[in-house]
């Protein structure tokens, strides 16, 4: 092999190596604020902001039965247990360009149902029950 062609060889492996280890090494930092993805049950005669001004209107609601536990690992988390496992900013906000966050994942449920949104979180429907899903620093 010519030394051009085995310097360019290691130069692209390198490359490859090096967003291996950018799009590990994010998720193993565990630096900065925790934040959570939590669920809690919403009243029916309740609204979906927690104001009281209106009764919930469950169509509404993203349909949490139907979210993928890939997708929405966080979000699942928190139908289930009530809170997710916690997710830490990157100092920089680096990490957020590499890794999957609750953010993401309240952008594609306003996405999937945008009457769904509120200030205080998403209203997702579960197994028959209303949920506020929220992203926050407390569980």
Do not use: C
């Not at 690992?73 to 999957?100: I, V």
């Not at 945008?114 to 992203?135: F, K, M």
């Amino acid at each position: 092999m010519r030394r051009v062609t085995r310097n360019a060889v290691l130069l692209i492996l390198g490359v490859v190596v090096a967003l291996l280890a950018l799009g590990a090494l994010p998720s193993l930092l565990a630096s900065g604020d925790p934040y959570y993805v939590t669920a809690e049950p919403v009243d029916g005669n309740e609204s979906a902001d927690g104001s009281g001004a209106a009764a919930v209107n469950e169509s509404a609601a993203v349909n949490g039965s139907a979210l993928s536990e890939r997708r929405y690992p966080y979000t699942t988390q928190a139908l289930r247990n009530g809170t997710s496992d916690p997710y830490r900013k990157g100092p920089w906000g680096l990490k957020e360009s590499f890794t999957h966050s609750p953010f993401d994942e309240r952008s594609a449920l306003a996405a999937r149902n945008a009457t769904a949104v509120s200030e205080s979180g998403v209203l997702v429907s579960y197994n028959g029950t209303l949920y506020r899903v929220a992203v926050g620093q407390r569980p």
